[in-house]
């Protein structure tokens, strides 16, 4: 190979090749971001659906064909689905009471930080989102169990892992709004929570009945 040759074939090496490379990542990156974007509208269209239907209490049926999301698994009183919403991967359940009717919605949010202050910064963007959606929050609450990370703002994300900090919102009403963020062993739980207030009741109600039954 003549020097003129060898030239053209470093350059290709050094240059182009990278150039191609990021052409492809970015097309893909973008390609999955679009998808993403239109599953998650999907999703989040079906789930608005749902919580109007929370009113009439549909059954379990019904929400199978209505729900777009990856079905994990199934029980008497139980669906669950992998999905995301507003950016995060989430556990999505739908339970049903004795009579097969749905009564509470429940997204768990899945992302994992190794800082725990990000879990604090997820519920607030989750909760502006709320806010923007349906106003001013009927109670917002920061509940310290114990003091001892309260004077250290740096050190809140371990406040609610160890079960010291809970964040609580709720929107009142025939549908229950609940956002909370909590924690216990340095496990946390992020969870939104639309639920049908009567049938929610209704359902409570039940179990107590049934636990009398057993005890007596």
Excluded: C
């Excluded at 040759?5 to 990542?25: A, D, Q, T």
């Excluded at 989430?90 to 990000?118: C, D, E, G, P, S």
């Excluded at 549908?175 to 409570?204: M, P, V």
């Amino acid at each position: 190979m003549n020097k003129n040759n060898k030239s053209k074939g470093n350059l290709y090496l050094r240059y182009i090749i990278p150039v191609v490379i990021v052409l492809v990542v970015g097309l893909f990156f973008l390609f999955r971001s679009g998808t993403e974007r239109k599953i998650e509208k999907e999703v989040t269209k079906s789930i608005e659906a749902l919580k109007g239907e929370l009113k009439e209490g549909i059954p379990k049926e019904q929400v199978k064909r209505i729900e777009k999301s990856k079905l994990i698994g199934e029980e008497n009183s139980l669906l669950w689905y992998e999905t995301r919403i507003h950016g995060f991967d989430t556990m999505l359940y739908f339970v049903f009471n004795q009579r097969n009717q749905l009564y509470l919605i429940k997204y768990a949010f899945m992302r994992k930080h190794i800082n725990q202050n990000w879990y604090i910064y997820d519920f607030k963007k989750i909760d502006t989102i709320l806010r923007k959606k349906y106003g001013n929050p009927d109670v917002h609450k920061e509940i310290w169990r114990r003091d001892l990370y309260k004077n250290n703002k740096d050190n809140w994300g371990m406040g609610v892992a160890v079960g010291d900090l809970v964040y609580f919102t709720q929107w009142k009403g025939e549908i229950s709004i609940r956002h909370s963020l909590s924690g216990d062993n340095f496990e946390i739980n992020h969870s939104l929570i639309y639920s049908n207030t009567k049938l929610e009741k209704e359902r409570e109600e039940f179990k107590e009945r049934k636990k009398l039954e057993k005890e007596f």
